[in-house]
């Protein structure tokens, strides 16, 4: 070991060397935050990486263990030992930065792999590895080198990117109401910031599935069977269905109606108004002993109660809350540049303004589809064109080095 050439086993101790430092370092001073890497320390650290690299290759690439940075064998292993680490991490238990972890697992900074000092050097080791090689190939440049250094300089304007930009990365959550403006979101340390935009919201939509009918034991309230409860889905054409040994038969469907309490009983009217709930008429019949039973069945609101229909002593036939399908926001976005949007703003289809997304998050939801409360997730990212830059450097890369073989075998033929 140690006799030139270096092979796997010099690569394999200094990724070892390097993980012990980073237990040390860890033990001794703390797990590494990124957040001292916010703008502009991000831009300084940045440029003085890789003028250090510039520096190290132009001045000490006649050094054998500069020279052997470059080399495959320091890059393989130096890849297998993130992938270790990244295995661990993936069985591991992960917590978010600001909790606190004490023990074996504290002191590894393997339930905060992301922030623990060893991933972190080795980490950083690579992608040095990978601008040495950069540069090496940069030195000796031929055209078909070309597919290599956009791949691999792509690949680091992906990681440097990513990780220089961890800090600037902003993850807001606003509420917001019905006909007001707000501009003020919460972090996840619930601390209230002020935004460069604002949201006022219009009016909040749900498109919801039809509802259900299950039965629950009247003791314990579970579904049935337990375990694996069965529905039946009142669609539009639903009259006749069946629960386990019951026979149910819908007779009057109100998909907007209010309970209304008489001297014996309740039933239900239509109501075209806020709070209605949907409500069915039902008759049910046992196959076996042929009990029947009829009556109501509401799935309640935030202003009616649910109503239930007991059908004999151990089981009562209910309707769940109906479940959202779609919700969306209509809203108008204003800006400090005096810009004014509207859109609509609904699950998986953020709205992006001035570097940020606006994403729909969700609602008050104890009232359901009459919900004046929207919530929002606003996301900003500056450092994500960087990153994506490198990814299609990384594309192009992927094709020119389809163009070239193709041609190498024209040539050959």
Not at 32 to 54: E, K, R
Not at 175 to 192: D, I, L
Not at 230 to 256: A, C, H, R, Y
Not at 258 to 265: F, G, H, I, P
């Amino acid at each position: 070991m140690w006799q030139k050439p270096w092979g796997y086993k010099e690569g394999f101790a200094v990724c070892g060397g390097l993980f012990l430092v980073g237990t040390l370092w860890q033990v001794t001073l703390g797990k590494c935050t990124l957040s001292l890497f916010a703008w502009p320390v991000n831009i300084y650290a940045g440029v003085v990486y890789v003028l250090l690299l510039l520096a190290l290759y132009l001045f000490f690439r006649k050094y054998y263990f500069v020279r052997w940075m470059s080399s495959y064998q320091a890059a393989v292993s130096t890849m297998i030992s993130l992938v270790v680490m990244t295995v661990i991490m993936g069985f591991t238990r992960q917590y978010r930065p600001e909790v606190a972890v004490t023990g074996v697992e504290g002191w590894l900074g393997f339930s905060q792999m992301l922030s623990a000092c060893s991933f972190v050097l080795l980490f950083f080791w690579f992608v040095t590895l990978l601008g040495m090689v950069i540069l090496r190939r940069i030195h000796h440049f031929t055209v078909r080198d070309i597919p290599f250094l956009f791949n691999h300089l792509g690949l680091f304007l992906v990681l440097t990117g990513a990780v220089l930009g961890s800090a600037d990365m902003q993850r807001l959550e606003m509420t917001t109401q019905t006909g007001k403006a707000e501009w003020r979101a919460f972090n996840k340390q619930k601390e209230m910031l002020e935004l460069p935009l604002a949201i006022e919201l219009h009016d909040f939509t749900i498109d919801e599935y039809p509802p259900k009918l299950m039965l629950i034991d009247n003791e314990s309230g579970k579904a049935l069977p337990a375990g694996q409860p069965v529905n039946v889905l009142i669609e539009d054409d639903f009259s006749k269905g069946e629960l386990q040994d019951w026979e149910i038969e819908v007779t009057e469907k109100l998909p907007m109606a209010a309970s209304v309490a008489t001297e014996d009983t309740v039933r239900f009217v239509e109501f075209h108004s806020v709070g209605a709930a949907c409500a069915v008429y039902v008759k049910a019949q046992n196959t076996t002993s042929g009990e029947q039973r009829e009556g109501w069945v509401s799935c309640g609101s935030f202003m009616f109660p649910y109503k239930a229909l007991r059908l004999n002593q151990k089981v009562s036939l209910i309707m769940p809350e109906r479940e959202p399908k779609r919700f969306a926001s209509e809203v108008t976005v204003y800006t400090q540049s005096g810009e004014q949007v509207g859109a609509t703003i609904e699950v998986n289809r953020p709205f992006e303004i001035e570097g940020w997304k606006i994403y729909q998050l969700s609602y008050d939801e104890s009232k359901g589809r009459w919900s004046d409360i929207s919530v929002f997730e606003l996301v900003s990212d500056p450092w994500l064109p960087v990153v994506y830059t490198g990814i299609w450097m990384m594309i192009a890369g992927a094709v020119c080095m389809f163009a070239l073989s193709h041609k190498r075998k024209e040539e050959k033929v």
